[in-house]
């Protein structure tokens, strides 16, 4: 008789059985979607009713813990903890032959592999539009029961920027096929064995749904809520903005740096906020010249904050945008600038006119 293992790896079964894994995969949601019963496969002949099949289980390897902004693999662990829960005979033993007993034998070893998992294929998914799953399905190949995978199964997830702190349950949705029924036959039975046993294997597929949480770790996150001051073309002014702690966690002397771009510059690009507290906010100053060719428009300076955070590790926060406008400054009402000027030497010059006559006696109406 042929072993256990060596008969399975003669099946064809493996290929039917990927090919309904494709084709049930993105509508099965039942924990097992039938195959339906396989040609010639009848229950008059079946010994045993077996109960029980496949429960694949998973573990993250590895963190499970991710800064917001992060794009990371997971490595998922999985493992077939299946067992055979019972079984019931369908006959009754006192009236089998020699041949049936046999017969009975064979599909009760036969009936052991219902707790193999076939063909495994994972999909993972998030129902949170914040945590993107990137990769496709994955495939894990067989696990018989109490078996493992020899290598992680991997997913790339992407988290926003925007994501809130919290846990992130993904869902991991399995796919497999599993054994369902067997049912053997024979002509005779001998000192070497069955002669011409058949054995008639009636595979299913089976799906399980597996939650995997991921969680977006607290930190001290900055916002700047409100810009004061002016800034002319060609002109050094004061801009104040104020940085408030958006996130969850206190940020330890906080210090901000600003990196104007044209047309700005600056010998005072630094400025101190202290601790801030979620919630709490602190006010910046910085000097800044702006060209005398700037466009008059609106800007976005780029900045980052450098704090320690609660375990004492410097951090530096990701980049803060500063929205301010540059305005039309003196040089570029240069043509206003002179205009006045020139009529100041004219009026200068009309009166010191007038005060000259005066002094000479000489009245301009009078020579009329």
């Known amino acids: ?3 256990l293992r060596n008969y399975a790896k003669q099946c064809s079964f493996a290929i039917l059985v990927l090919a309904l894994l494709l084709t049930v995969a993105a509508s099965a949601q039942e924990e097992s979607v039938n195959a339906g ?26 963190d499970n813990e991710f800064a917001r902004g992060d794009t990371v693999t997971l490595n998922v662990n999985l493992m077939n903890k299946g067992v055979l829960t019972g079984f019931r005979s369908e006959t009754d033993d ?11 034998q064979a599909e009760m070893s036969y ?28 495939e894990a190949g067989t696990l018989m029961a109490g078996e493992q995978t020899d290598s992680p199964v991997q997913f790339v997830i992407e988290i926003s920027k925007n994501t809130e702190a919290g846990e992130y349950p993904l869902l991991l949705n399995l796919y497999y096929g599993f054994q369902r029924n067997v049912q053997v036959d024979g002509d005779n039975e001998t000192d070497l064995g069955i002669t011409n046993m058949q054995v008639g294997l009636w595979y299913d597929v089976g799906s399980q749904n597996v939650t995997v949480p991921v969680y977006v770790e607290e930190e001290a996150r900055f916002a700047v809520t409100n810009v004061t001051g002016n800034l002319y073309a060609n002109e050094e002014n004061m801009l104040y903005v104020t940085y408030s702690n958006v996130g969850e966690l206190t940020a330890k002397d906080a210090i901000v740096r600003m990196s104007p771009a044209e047309p700005f510059s600056t010998t005072d690009d630094q400025a101190y906020l202290g601790d801030l507290r979620p919630g ?11 060209d005398e060719n700037a466009v008059f ?6 900045s980052e904050i450098k704090y320690e955070d609660a375990d004492g590790h410097d951090r530096i926060s990701d980049a803060v945008k500063i929205q301010t ?15 006045l000027g020139g009529l100041a030497v004219i009026l200068l010059a009309v009166g010191g ?7 000479s006696g000489t009245n301009p109406e009078s020579e009329e």
């Open 297 to 302: 428009k609106n800007y976005a300076i780029n």
């Open 353 to 359: 006119f007038v005060l000259y006559r005066k002094r």
């Open 280 to 290: 709490e906010s602190s006010v910046a100053v910085f000097r800044l010249k702006v």
């Open 325 to 339: 406008e540059v305005l039309p400054g003196a040089s570029s009402g240069g043509s206003s600038s002179t205009m």
């Open 1 to 3: 008789m042929r072993t």
């Open 37 to 62: 019963l396989p040609e010639h496969f009848s229950f008059d002949e079946n010994y045993y009713t077996v109960y029980g099949g496949p429960d694949v289980v998973a573990t993250l390897v590895g």
């Open 111 to 138: 009936e052991s592999q219902r707790t193999t998992a076939i063909g495994i294929v994972a999909i993972m998914a998030s129902p949170d539009p914040n945590i993107r799953v990137k990769s496709g399905p994955q």
């Open 94 to 104: 006192d009236d089998l032959d020699t041949l049936e007993q046999k017969l009975q």
